[in-house]
């Protein structure tokens, strides 16, 4: 089996969503450490400033197929491939189900998913690694997320997939289930979020994790853990825990 380059100065990384947020972390966690790093965002001008040290910047909207082509012609190589780029909104009524809401999620954290490994997933090198960032939001159901549980139990069942059939290219793939994260994102959250984490917390984390070449990254572990024992009480019970109401 081929061996990748250990030396972090040969090998180059490519984040998507990294003007901000975890994304933001990761850059600024690769580079201090010597690794070549590619950085995704939509605005061009904004990567500039944020993510000065990246290699290249590639500016493009991942529900944008044909910018999302142009941009990966200028690469020719990854090692590294990191998935990251995503939103949140909530669906606040259930009854009046928000379907404008649900396809803009599930465009953005799922359906893309299709146009950025179409287009850079034969990039990365035999050896490499592919990681995608889910949320642990798919280990129990919670309240107003249909649209964002949704859209990331597809990205988990899409790595899971990908981790068979890649085997055989030798490339790894890392399914990141972050608990709550200080992001912009999360910012705009008005309910409590247990056990939270700063993006830089979760950037090392998963800078660990990808280079231990974990299959599975899930963080913190007592979010994770609970979420895993209200999985296991009767629902009715779970339920009114979780309750908006």
Known sequence: MPKPNDNPRAKTVLITGASSGIGLAL????????????????????????TPLATKWLVFD??????????????????????????CLYIDNAKQFDGHCFREVIKTNLLSMGALLENLLPKVSSGGQL??????????????????????????????SLRIDLANDHID???IHP????????????????????????AKR?????????????????????????SYLPQSFANSLLSKD
């Open 27 to 50: 850059y600024k966690q690769y580079v201090s450490l010597g690794y070549q790093v590619i950085t995704c965002g939509r605005d061009k001008e904004k990567l500039a400033q944020q």
């Open 179 to 202: 608990g709550f994260i200080k992001t912009p994102l999360t910012d705009k959250n008005n309910f409590s979020m247990p056990f939270l984490l700063t993006a830089e917390e979760a």
């Open 173 to 175: 793939v890392c399914l």
């Open 131 to 160: 990681a995608m960032v889910s949320s642990s939001a798919t280990i129990f159901p919670f309240s107003r997320a249909q649209a964002y549980g949704a859209s990331k139990a597809g990205v988990d069942y899409l790595a899971n």
């Open 62 to 87: 991942v529900n944008d197929i044909d910018a999302v082509a142009k941009a990966a012609e200028q690469i020719i190589h990854i090692d590294i491939l990191i998935l990251n780029a995503g939103t």
């Open 206 to 230: 998963i800078y660990q994790g990808i280079k231990h070449k974990k299959h599975y990254l899930q963080f913190p572990k007592r979010l994770t853990l609970l979420l895993k024992l209200l």
